[in-house]
C-alpha cells in the first residue's frame, strides 16, 4: 500500500481534461422615478448592469460582466475583480447564484460559470473598461407565463430589445432556455432569468427587499420595491401587518417639501435577508 506522498508524486492532472472556470455577476439596483406632480408617489424600477463585448466571441453584444478566474484566485475574488476592471463598479456584498455548465454555453470551448447576484442600495455611474466598449444600466422586467415562457425586457435609452426563453422543471431545480436570437451573449440571458426569478421568490418572504434601500427607510419604499420585484400589488394595511416582524421604528421622518413627513423605519436585526454563510461578504 502506498502513502499519500507516494500517490501525489506519481499523480498527473494533466491525465485528466480540465475545464475552464469564469465568474459572471448579475448587478441590480433600484432606480427611484419621481412623477412630475409631487401628488404623485416615486415609482421604483429594477435595473441591471451590462457591458458590450470589445472582442470575439459576441463581439459587440450585451452580457454580464464577468471573466475567467486565475489560477490563483478564488471565483468570488474573479466576480469581484471581473465587475470592477469591465464597469468600475464595486459589489458590496455578492449572493451565491449557481453553475452553469451546459457543455455548449460557450463557443471557445469546456467553459464552466459560476454565477452571482449583487444588490447595490444607491446610484453608481458605471465605465467600461478591460474588453468592454460600454458599461450601461438597463431596466429590466420579468414574465412568467402559465405555459412556461418567459420574456425579459430590457431598455436603456435608445436601446431596447426583449429575449423570450421557455423555462421547465429539471431534477436540480428550474432551467432556462432562449427560444429566439437576442442580443446578449453566451447563455446569459438564462443566468439572468435565473437571477430574476430567484429575486422575486425571495422578494416575496421578505427577503433582499431591504438590500436594496438605504439603512432607514419608509414602509412605502419598502413596499414598492417589493412590489416591483414581485409584481403583485399588496393592500398597504395587508403589507404592514406582513412586514411588521422585519422592521423596526426609528425616532425620525422623512425631510422635504411636498409631502407630509412621513416615519422611517430599519430592518431587524437578523431578518429580511440571506443568512451569513450564504453570502459572500467583500
Not at 439596483?29 to 470575439?56: A, C, Q, W
Not at 438590500?211 to 398597504?236: K, M, R, S, Y
Amino acid at each position: 500500500m502506498i502513502t499519500e506522498q507516494e500517490f501525489l508524486q506519481n499523480y498527473n492532472i494533466g491525465d485528466y481534461d480540465r475545464p475552464s472556470v469564469t465568474a459572471d455577476v448579475v448587478i441590480f439596483r433600484m432606480r427611484t422615478v419621481v412623477g412630475n406632480s409631487f401628488r404623485k408617489d416615486p415609482k421604483s424600477i429594477l435595473s441591471v448592469l451590462l457591458i458590450r463585448r470589445g472582442e470575439h466571441p459576441f463581439r459587440n453584444e450585451w452580457a454580464l460582466p464577468g471573466g475567467f478566474v486565475r489560477m490563483t484566485e478564488t471565483v468570488e475574488v474573479c466576480a469581484l475583480r471581473e465587475a470592477q476592471e469591465e464597469t468600475g463598479v464595486t459589489p458590496n456584498a455578492l449572493l451565491y447564484l449557481g453553475v452553469f455548465s451546459a457543455v455548449d454555453r460557450d463557443p471557445r470551448g469546456r467553459i464552466i460559470s459560476n454565477a452571482f447576484t449583487c444588490i447595490l442600495n444607491g446610484d453608481a455611474t458605471p465605465t467600461a473598461g478591460s474588453d468592454a466598449s460600454d458599461a450601461r444600466w438597463f431596466d429590466v422586467s420579468f414574465r412568467e407565463d402559465p405555459d412556461g415562457s418567459c420574456l425579459i425586457r430590457l431598455q436603456s435609452d435608445e436601446i431596447g430589445f426583449d429575449v423570450h426563453l421557455s423555462e421547465r422543471r429539471t431534477a436540480y431545480g428550474t432551467a432556462f432556455t432562449t427560444e429566439d436570437r437576442h442580443p446578449l451573449a453566451f447563455d446569459h440571458a438564462s443566468i439572468l432569468a435565473t437571477a430574476l426569478k430567484q429575486l422575486r421568490e425571495r422578494a416575496a418572504r421578505f427577503e433582499v427587499i431591504f438590500d436594496f434601500l438605504p439603512a432607514e427607510f419608509t414602509l412605502f419604499a419598502l413596499q414598492n420595491v417589493q412590489e416591483t420585484l414581485t409584481g403583485i400589488p399588496v393592500a398597504p394595511a395587508n403589507f404592514r401587518r406582513k412586514v411588521a416582524d422585519f422592521v423596526e421604528e426609528t425616532e425620525n421622518f422623512t425631510q422635504g417639501a411636498g409631502h407630509r413627513p412621513a416615519k422611517l423605519y430599519t430592518r431587524k436585526n437578523g431578518t429580511g435577508h440571506r443568512p451569513e454563510t450564504e453570502r459572500s461578504k467583500l
